[in-house]
């Protein structure tokens, strides 16, 4: 099992920043990409960036030049910097972990609980 707790939410005013982190913790297994996803109220929930083991990143073309995604892969610790924000990047965001369990080699998505993201106009 991978536990995932994000922290940096919070509410700020539109062209301000926010850093989010998630670590990941728990034991058997490796970790192969880590990820911030988001679900606004009434849609689906959608990718925001990722970042795979050898340090490749995606992102949403909606977050590409304003957000930059990152990893400290001794801590198993993933970090999203958020500029120039809009109130259209209101949403919870949600953490992800792309794992494999070392004994049973099954691959699986983690999830975390979430965390807020509010941008005033």
């Known amino acids: 099992q991978v536990q995932l707790v994000e922290s940096g939410g919070g509410l700020v005013q539109a062209g301000g920043s926010l850093r989010l982190s998630c670590a990941a913790s728990?034991?058997?297994?490796?970790?192969?990409?880590m990820g911030w996803y988001r679900q606004a109220p009434g849609k689906q929930r959608e990718l925001v960036a990722t970042?795979?083991?050898?340090?490749?990143?995606n992102y949403a073309d909606s977050v590409k030049g304003r957000f930059t995604i990152s990893r400290d892969n001794a801590k198993n610790t993933v970090y999203l910097q958020m500029n120039t924000l809009k109130p259209e990047d209101t949403a919870r965001y949600y953490c992800?972990?792309?794992?494999?369990?070392?004994?049973?080699?099954?691959?699986?998505?983690?999830w975390g609980q979430g965390t807020q993201v509010t941008v005033s106009s």
């Open positions: 992800n972990a792309r794992a494999t369990d070392i004994w049973s080699k099954v691959e699986r998505d983690y």
């Open positions: 970042i795979n083991n050898g340090g490749s990143t």
């Open positions: 728990g034991t058997t297994f490796r970790i192969n990409a």
